[in-house]
């Protein structure tokens, strides 16, 4: 080997050692008596053994600030590829500087590009404040991809690709925007603190004197601002959290979510929920028991358990395929409907719709809670983000209504017809009505039993008489075609994985596949709204709506519509510039008449291909439309 070789490849050598130590072994040991993993030790732990592989591990490593203080590049957790950045705080304090926000923009940008999750591990005090006698500007140095840019980054990403955010230490200043732009996040007890203006400003600004615990602590935002979907006790506990929280994950939004083995009967009675479960209305009970007793293994992932306790959401399998699970908590409120209720199960909606996560909804509500307190927080504009979210969802939806469902109950939890809910089932013990049953007997029969010799018996005899007759779902199943069927409660399971079995095959349950294969119906038109940037088509998703299929620009730059009646089998190339920049096969039935790109271009002469140029100079893009021979 040469000399200068063997010179090179020790000082490179020399220099990635001295990158993986951050700050300094000084540092690094100060970070562990703070009881904290370091950055580079919480991605070796979240990931799988030698599976990281980083993004620009030597930048600033010159001026003695490597990777700029961000950890990034891609690994695998339990062998599905994921992106994921970490902050040091052992460099510059963890702030973000000019290329450690590049970092991470870049970070989500492929994550994005490859559709594959992306995971921030947070540990930053926020923006690096510029030299104000260096620098040209009074915000520092600009990028067009930087910490600022990385919001819109994580925007195209939402709901495209599950994003997980894990706030580590201090994350402060605009620095917190990224990750209430994502998913979930995840904080650590006693030493993760979330807030845009700390303890000191707030003195200063309000006079006030609070620690950053009390402004912005896991316990803060778990139970009060619902910021934080889950806290834990330690960083591992916390990147344990992540990987079983992605297990039940698509990798994209094109792809239905992993299926795992649990080793659980399809085909298992839940014998115990009748024990679980009193008969009377308002007697209390705790959720958690039922849905433990229904999934596969008793295993269920709970989002925001300690926010808006009155419902209940999460992850959990059935058949080892991953649901997702709605449920009213009686133990809380006795399980009425809130405006932090609406906003927590809205959410979570969205995302199973998102990701392909089918939904169970498990009910028992008297329905909105009353009152002046919820009325002025908006109850009606939150409760309409629960309407939203049910009817726009076009996957699975399986609802079974336990014990009650009075008045709007029956709206919020989407048991109602039209609200898209493929299947809805009651047990015998249900009742169902406008109103509870006391409430209705008072205001049908409340003169009857003010006039009576013994009102309390007469209202007690009315009673009876009304849940046994009105309000029994056995009477109510026989007029409405809503309810599918009237089931024991130990067949619960066993129903709700034969329903999902047959919803599995749901129209627009996921997007198109990756090569946009559609088999339309004759008649049928297709529109393609396609992205096109300097060299390739960008991201695009695929949701069908009703029977058109429409593509959903991810990211913007110059976009061109394609509309096209249904005609022959066919394969379309969109070439920009002269270069190929990708293709798509459809099998379409009969011959295409017309293709309108920025206008109308009738067939030539050749049966068997067709060539145009688009006119408009800003998308020079010419389109090949070639029969696809037997």
Known sequence: METKTEHRIKQLREIKAKVLKGGGEKKLRLQHEEGKLTARERLDYLLDEGSFVEFNMLLSHVEGDPGDGLVSGHGTIDGRTVCVFSQDRTVRGGSIGTLHGYKMHKTVENALEMGVPFIGLYDSPGARLPKITESKTAIGDLMQKSAASLFCVNTQASGVIPQIS???????????????????????????????????????????????????????????????????????????????????????????????????????LNEDLMDIIPPLPSRPYDMHKVINSLVDGG??????????????????????????????????????????????QSRFIRFCDCFNIPIVVLVDTPAYLPGRDQEHKGIIRHGAKVIHALCEATVPRIAVVLRKSYGGGNLGMGVLPGLGTDQVYYWPIGEIGVLGAEASVELFFGKEIRASENPKEMKEKLLEEYVDKYSNPMR?????????????????RKILIQGLKFLHTKSGLIGMPNDMAVSPCKG??????????????????????????????????????????????????????????????????????????????????????QIWDCPNPANRVKIELRRIKE
């Open 166 to 268: 894990a706030i580590m230490g201090t994350c402060a200043g605009i620095s917190v925007y990224s990750p209430a732009l994502t998913d979930f996040i995840f904080m650590v007890d006693e030493t993760s603190h979330m807030f845009i203006t700390g303890p000191a400003m707030v003195k200063s600004v309000m006079g006030e004197e609070i620690t950053a615990e009390q402004l912005g602590g896991a316990k803060i935002h778990c139970r009060v601002s619902g910021e934080c979907d889950r806290r834990f006790p330690g960083d591992k506990e916390c990147l344990d959290g992540i990987r079983d929280l992605l297990s039940y994950l698509p990798a994209n939004a094109d792809q239905r979510p992993p299926v795992m083995e649990m080793g659980d009967d399809p085909g298992r």
């Open 299 to 344: 295993r269920f992932f709970e989002i925001k358990p300690e926010f808006a306790g009155e419902i209940i959401v999460g992850l959990g399998r059935l058949n080892n395929q991953a649901v997702g699970i709605v449920a009213n908590q009686p133990m809380v409120r006795a399980g009425s409907l809130t405006v932090d209720s609406s906003d927590k």
């Open 476 to 492: 109510e199943a026989s007029a409405n075609w809503n309810i599918e069927d009237i089931i024991e409660p130990m067949e619960t």
């Open 524 to 609: 049928q038109q297709l529109f393609f709204n396609l992205n096109i940037g300097k060299e390739k088509v960008m991201s695009v998703s695929y949701p069908r709506i009703g029977n058109k299929v429409v593509a959903k620009v991810v990211e913007r730059k110059g976009s061109c519509t394609i509309g096209m009646n249904v005609g022959d089998e066919f394969e379309l190339s969109l070439h920009k510039c002269g270069e190929f920049c990708g293709y798509f096969y459809h099998n379409i039935i009969g011959w295409v008449k017309t293709l309108q790109f920025g206008g109308t271009f009738p067939l030539g002469e050749d049966p068997d291909v």
